[in-house]
């Protein structure tokens, strides 16, 4: 009945966000229902979120502002970011990891134990994060990706108390280090639109 409503409403808020709303459902479902249930595994599951969380709320936002398809350049960066996610949703596997070995649930920290599950999502976090402020520069906008760039500085900082512990600091890191991210996505965000306003 919600996931009806959930359409009905994005129907009635035009066609992109219908499409938003359909996918977003679709993953939603594949994400905790059977038979799929990605959730299980911490490398589809988390692939999952991040694509919903951080690229379809981006493209989407981007959709609806533009009236149309977002620029490349948009897809590009929604892109990286909702890669980059996937190494942010193993963060609330750590303090649930007893549990998750209890369950059957295969996280990321279950797989590979919970010192490399937390090196790969600082890995997974940084270097899109790293290719984003590449991309800037490339396109022009050397003040926002040095905002973007000083901010995965603080990050890395930040992921190497976070590597030391990380089943007890998981949610120190997830409270500051990801507050981060999302602020370079801001960052990102206020170039696109500068470049957009350049070019037309």
């Known amino acids: 009945a919600w996931t009806a409503l959930s359409l009905v409403v994005g129907w009635a808020l035009g066609p ?14 594949g994400y905790s229902a059977p038979p799929l249930r990605l959730k299980r595994n911490g490398w589809w599951g988390n692939a999952a979120c991040g694509l919903s969380y951080e690229g379809l709320a981006w493209v989407t936002g981007a959709a609806l502002m533009a009236g149309g398809w977002p620029s490349l350049p948009s897809l590009i960066v929604a892109a ?33 134990g919970a010192p490399r599950a937390a090196r ?24 926002h ?44 965000a206020f170039a696109l639109q500068g470049l957009a306003r350049a070019a037309g």
Not at 16 to 29: D, H, I, R
Not at 120 to 143: E, K, N, S, T, Y
Not at 146 to 171: C, I, S, T
Not at 181 to 187: H, I, R, S, T
Request: net charge positive; charged share 10%; hydrophobic share 65%.
């Open 80 to 112: 990286l970011y909702a890669a980059g996610a996937h190494g942010i949703m193993p963060l609330n596997d750590f303090k649930a990891l007893a549990g998750a070995r209890r369950t059957g649930i295969r996280s990321l920290p279950v797989m590979l």
């Open 120 to 143: 790969v999502a600082c890995w997974v976090m940084a270097l899109p994060q790293a290719a984003v402020v590449a991309l800037l520069l490339d396109w022009g906008a050397p003040v």
């Open 16 to 29: 992109w966000a219908f499409v938003a709303a359909a996918l977003g459902l679709a993953l939603a479902w």
């Open 145 to 188: 990706a040095a905002g973007v760039a000083v901010l995965l500085l603080a990050q890395v900082m930040l992921m190497r108390r976070f590597v030391a512990d990380p089943e007890r600091r998981a949610v120190w890191y997830s409270g500051l280090g990801v507050t981060l991210y999302v602020l370079g996505m801001l960052f990102a």
